[in-house]
């Protein structure tokens, strides 16, 4: 969602926040802005419901200077067009802004009662005129200590929701505050007498490795030569800057078209990565560090309950039925939108799992609070390692599959896939799967890499199949059991990258309802594992048939042809790991359909990488 990108220092800042915001385009956003102090001192901003790449190219003559803030807006309150983008100014002041305030109606009204002129419909513009107001606009530059703390406060004070916030005014032209309230991450970057602050640090990793993590109510003065921090009271912090360890490959398309088809080759390495050092041969089971249960605890447990959102939900489902099958303790998986309001029954003997990319998203975040607040015991599944939810949790399995820049994800599915594939054979070994088992998942594991590799080889062809389907604007995914939440996945991949129209039904269900729609014009993608299932699965695929539907077969074996119209082979694993091999040609199928139609792969219309709004 929203990205913020800031500059302090004596270079122009313009091309170091356009490279910043360009980084943060992952994210999802729908128009963008600049503010800078300009060398003559005045606030200058320029902004644009626009790719960051057409506001660099659009800059007025001469628009440089620094400081300068920059933000990616993902529009909430009032539609997306150059008025609403940040960043929003009042006098000197200068204001980006990513989150909800709650009551900015309220505020707005109060504000405008008071003579405020409001220019956009956003929430955000709010701040722009508290701030200005509680700076009195601006103090002299030695007091911007305490004016940051009475302007951020101000704001905080005042307003409710949370949020991440960015403002500068040109009353000193040597400052830009920064504040924190809730679970959007400010990021202080320390660089070479020059500071950066982002709400991502992809936005800074060109600049520094030396960070600092607002937390939660704090606020940040952020000069060249420095920074200060502060709590709403005024009380200073103090903070010790942190070292990342990114890899900047991750943030770069390495050659590729799209990130999105590099995360997909990226796939043998990050099942590699979610493996290593892990697996225990000794005792046939998984070691998994960070998991904080130790095996009378884990013995105890008595149901697993899964959470998540999007492709995060679909793969804590295969976590679910891994659980189910490896330990034999009831699993199943929930939207962690849904759970949160539905006033769960939280049980004592319940394992719940938060599972999340990028360990930001607001409805799993708000799922694990209510679920520590009713005493229950969360453990997170997650990537972004010192995320919100990682930080939330009591501990759990990260993915290390490293930054995921498409929006849609790929490799950190399989990389979740993998991480409950050594969960369920941890808890499983505890519970009670035997040790020749343990050693065949152990071993179905260790062969996954090799097995990604040999179905990317299959690119041609699924490019192919994919140009194909394409041309039709609706399509059904089916699969059963170990198969259905990889249909879903399925079609999830492919109507949000390709904007076709995408439905996932239970293969046993298409003849309760779906079945009405099927005919030549709805091909049927049908996932068929050779397992217990397969031949009813082939059944299903007669009935599709019999309406003349097409079907495009992704599984094991060679099929009749007069069952499939065409055939996908995806090398065999252990029964229980097939899924995650399924996933991967659909990936391919949604990627190479979307180049097809010409859609902007990598930054899907109306979606965004981390929902840190309801
Ligand atoms: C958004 C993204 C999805 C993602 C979901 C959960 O909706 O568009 O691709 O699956 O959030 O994200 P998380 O970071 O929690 O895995």
Redesign the pocket.
Known sequence: MCGIVAHVGSRDCVPILLEGLAQLEYR?YDSAGLAVVSRSGGLRVHKAKSRVAGLGSNLPARFKGGPGIGHTRWATHGEPNDINAHPHVVGPVAVVHNGIIENADELRAKLIAEGAEFASETDSEVLAHLIARASGYLPAPDAAADGTTRQASAVANDGTGQGGLEGQDDGTGQATRAGKRGDDPVVLGIGDKEMFVASDVAALVRYTRQVVHLDDGEVATVRADGFHTSTLDARTTTHEPSLIDADLGSYTADGYTHFMRKEIHEQPRTVERALRGRLEERFNTAHLGGLNIDAREARAIRRVKIL???????AGQVGAQLIEELARIPANAEP?SEFRYRNPVVEADTLYVA???????HD?LAAVRELKRKGGRVIGVV??VGSA?ARECEGGVYLHAGPEIS???TK??TA?CVAFSLLALHLGRIHDLSPADGARVIAGLRALPGQVTQILGEEERITELARDLAGYPSMFFVGRVRGWPIAREGA?KLK?VSYLHAEAYPASELKHGPLALVGPDLPTVAVLPDDELRDKNISTLGEIKARRGRILVVGHGTLDPRLADDMVEVPKNEPELDPILLSVPLQLLAYHAAVRLGNDVDK?RN?????TVE
């Open positions: 999802g998540g959102c999007g492709s995060a939900y679909y962690a599972v999340s990319q990028s360990g930001e998203t799993t990537n972004a939810i929006v849609t994800s950190t599915f979740t999830q949000e899907p979606l965004a990488k981390s929902v």
